[in-house]
């Protein structure tokens, strides 16, 4: 079963315009929810983590998400995108694999592109 | 502060020869680490995952395997590479004193096998 749906493979927006990135996810428990960012040929950097504080969260380089309970999603927003935030987005969550380590469900990613 | 690092940065090999990719950990004791491949327009699949120096598990059967030797080193190898292992290969580590904490990810592997 899948366990984190990212909506959209690709998001085109012009710079200086809102974000959108969207996730949704699937568990049977409270997860632990996160939104990582890769450059080309580098790895994955942490944007910002969701664990069961306060819904909305904020993350490094004006990013937020905020965490829908009803809604199982964790969209990824931004009030104005930036060309360097030009990147693919990952959105994860980790559950318990009934063992003591938690696992990692990675989206497929959202490619982001940012027009001049 | 902590740091991971991963080498080479890239590595182009031919069929059929062995491997082996290096991760390695600073500023913290007893890390979860993972060995992670991401192949052209696919997310990540979690190839292997170590709680603590030799303990080794594999999340799909395939030709490579992996090594803790220290505790803060991590190794992936294969004695004979396939086509088909081509891929950004990433290692992370996460602290081991919760099962919800993030993995911080380091520069990754870029391997080509032709």
């Known amino acids: 079963a899948q366990s984190v749906t990212q909506l959209d493979s690709h998001v085109s927006v012009s710079e200086g315009t809102p974000v959108l990135l969207r996730c949704n996810y699937s568990s049977s428990y409270s997860p632990s929810l996160f939104w990582y960012v890769q450059h080309p040929n580098k790895g994955l950097q942490l944007l910002l983590k969701y664990t069961s504080a306060a819904t909305l969260v904020k993350g490094i380089n004006g990013f937020e998400a905020e965490f829908k309970k009803s809604e199982t999603s964790f969209h990824l927003t931004k009030p104005s995108a930036h060309m360097s935030d030009a990147a693919e987005y990952f959105c994860v969550v980790i559950l318990l694999r009934g063992s003591t380590l938690g696992r990692l469900y990675f989206g497929r990613g959202t490619q982001l592109t940012v027009w001049p | 502060s902590q740091t991971i690092h991963q080498w080479p940065a890239t590595l182009v090999q031919p069929v059929g020869s062995p491997l082996s990719l290096e991760c390695t950990v600073e500023?913290?004791?007893?890390?979860?680490l993972y060995w992670y491949r991401q192949a052209a327009g696919r997310g990540l699949q979690l190839l292997f995952y170590?709680?603590?120096?030799?303990?080794i598990s594999s999340e799909v059967p395939q030709n490579l395997s992996a090594s803790r030797p220290q505790d803060r080193q991590f190794i992936l190898s294969s004695k004979k590479l396939l086509l088909s292992d081509s891929g950004f290969y990433l290692c992370?580590?996460?602290?081991?004193?919760?099962?919800?904490?993030?993995?911080?990810f380091g520069p990754g592997t870029r391997l080509t096998v032709l």
């Open positions: 500023g913290t004791s007893n890390p979860n």
């Open positions: 992370a580590w996460a602290s081991g004193t919760s099962v919800y904490n993030e993995q911080f």
């Open positions: 170590s709680v603590g120096i030799g303990q």
